[in-house]
């Protein structure tokens, strides 16, 4: 029997109810929304970030905000890199991936994977989990929190898996490379990551894993919640805090 595709919700506006902003169920939690910005792999403002915010589903930012607690109490925050993610702008991704002469940003977040392989090598696919509102991307900060450096536009630009003293200066701890790191290093259990670089990993997805988030086994920052709400529907509102109802 042929399985039935995936619902993309046809509501281009607003959220349906079970949406909330993180920063109204956990204000502590740190931001870093980068594809509001243009420190990313594309290079520019992704398509639907309307506002650097951080949507979820309201049972996922409530498991975020447990994890919070307990990682408060050991020293360290929570910082998020992308929560909710429009259909729009995956299609943003999709059609960047198309474009083999863009590599402006290549040397940072792939500079060891041709063009060519990103959709093959599951890099860049035409439907995100982060679309139905329960995945997100996320590291460790510790406390007190330093300042974050801007990115630049037009900086020269460092391999993310670098070393952590020359790599794009993350607040962050160290997590063996940068976020969006196109390349197995970025393997949450890769072998070759040691030290605080495998400790930070390991204490990020223990804590998640605990309050009933699952890792994505290719990209340490990546979790979704297991009994996510809306598992076959993938939503298209802006992220701005006005699509919320």
């Avoid at 915010?53 to 992308?82: P, W």
């Avoid at 400790?199 to 988030?213: E, K, N, S, W």
Wanted: aromatic share 12%.
């Amino acid at each position: 029997m042929a399985l039935a595709s995936p619902a993309v919700a046809s509501e281009k506006n607003s959220a349906p109810p079970g949406f909330v902003a993180l920063r109204d169920v956990d204000p502590t939690i740190r931001y870093d929304i980068r594809y509001f910005g243009r420190h990313n792999f594309v290079g520019e403002r992704i398509d639907g970030y309307r506002q650097p915010e951080c949507i979820l589903t309201r049972q996922a930012a409530t498991a975020l905000r447990t994890a919070q607690r307990a990682l408060l109490r050991q020293g360290y925050t929570l910082k998020v890199y992308d929560c909710y993610r429009p259909q729009r702008a995956v299609d943003h991704f999709v059609r960047w991936a198309e474009d083999l002469d863009d590599e402006r940003m290549k040397a940072e977040f792939y500079p060891n994977v041709d063009k060519t392989r990103l959709f093959a090598d599951g890099y860049i696919a035409e439907k995100s989990g982060h679309s139905r509102g329960s995945t997100l991307d996320v590291t460790l900060v510790k406390l007190p929190v330093r300042p974050q450096r801007p990115y630049i536009p037009g900086e020269p630009l460092v391999a993310c898996f670098a070393p952590v003293g020359q790599r794009f200066p993350d607040n962050g701890v160290d997590m063996g490379t940068g976020y969006d790191c196109f390349d197995p290093l970025s393997h949450t259990d890769n072998p070759a990551i040691t030290g605080a670089a495998r400790q930070h990993r390991d204490l990020l997805r223990a804590t998640l894993v605990a309050v009933g988030f699952r890792n994505l086994a290719e990209e340490w920052w990546h979790f979704t919640l297991n009994n996510e709400p809306f598992p076959d529907t993938y939503f298209d509102f802006p992220v701005s805090h006005r699509a919320l109802s």
